[in-house]
């Protein structure tokens, strides 16, 4: 069974760093590109950053360019999302999601972590 | 950027009734479109991968149809479990969500 559990999210003031994590299970983590996809409160679905399995191809949303950045460790089957930076519009629930073989297909979601970012 | 738009925005409808769901986008992108279903407080889930295959354990009066910049999601008899915001997303380029459509009860 593919389980995605993420960590990290919190209180954090504007112009500060947090870095969320994403554990997996139940499926062979190295083979599958993964994602973080957030959704501000009310709001609907903004995809974040993906990374392919061998960190070989990565890419970011304009919004966060520049002051996120992705990494995922295979031995550990994790992936992390390191927020520098942040501004109130980065508060939202962060998803991690597993890509299918089209590698911005997401098949699995996990539960999600909040990042609030307010003085 | 590929640009979605899904209408209706939201809509009102009954158990039992067809509902259907339209997605575009600025630009022809094959059958590279997703669909998703959320419920409040939950993670979305996968329904339908490049426009019209269903995954394993969605229900069958989900389909999915289209192709280039024009698609639709179409429930064919809603269950009460149906209830929910609905999410197009194009897996063409670096992807982009549509707006939403909520499913509400009449």
């Known amino acids: 069974e593919v389980q995605l559990l993420e960590s990290g999210g919190g209180l954090v003031q504007p112009g500060g760093s947090l870095r969320v994590a994403c554990a997996a299970s139940?499926?062979?983590?190295?083979?599958?590109?993964m994602s973080w996809v957030r959704q501000a409160p009310g709001k609907g679905l903004e995809w974040v950053s993906l990374?392919?399995?061998?960190?070989?191809?990565?890419e970011y949303a304009d919004s966060v360019k520049g002051r996120f950045t992705i990494s995922r460790d295979n031995s550990k089957n994790t992936v992390y999302l390191q927020m520098n930076s942040l501004r109130a519009e980065d508060t939202a629930i962060y998803y991690c999601?597993?890509?299918?073989?089209?590698?911005?297909?997401?098949?699995?979601w996990g539960q999600g972590t909040l990042v609030t970012v307010s003085s | 950027d590929v640009q979605m738009t899904q209408s209706p925005s939201s809509l009102s409808a009954s158990v039992g009734d067809r509902v259907t769901i339209t997605c575009r986008t600025s630009?022809?992108?094959?059958?590279?479109l997703n669909w998703y279903q959320q419920k409040p407080g939950k993670a979305p889930r996968l329904l339908i991968s490049?426009?019209?295959s269903l995954q394993s354990g969605v229900p069958s009066r989900f389909s999915g149809s289209g192709s280039g910049t024009d698609f639709t999601l179409t429930i064919s008899s809603l269950q009460p479990e149906d209830f929910a915001t609905y999410y197009c997303?194009?897996?063409?380029?670096?992807?982009?969500f549509g707006p939403g459509t909520k499913v509400d009860i009449k």
């Open positions: 999601a597993k890509g299918q073989e089209i590698y911005s297909t997401f098949d699995f």
């Open positions: 139940g499926f062979i983590f190295s083979s599958h590109a």
């Open positions: 990374i392919r399995g061998g960190s070989d191809v990565i």
């Open positions: 630009r022809s992108i094959n059958i590279h």
């Open positions: 490049m426009a019209t």
């Open positions: 997303q194009q897996s063409y380029t670096t992807p982009t």
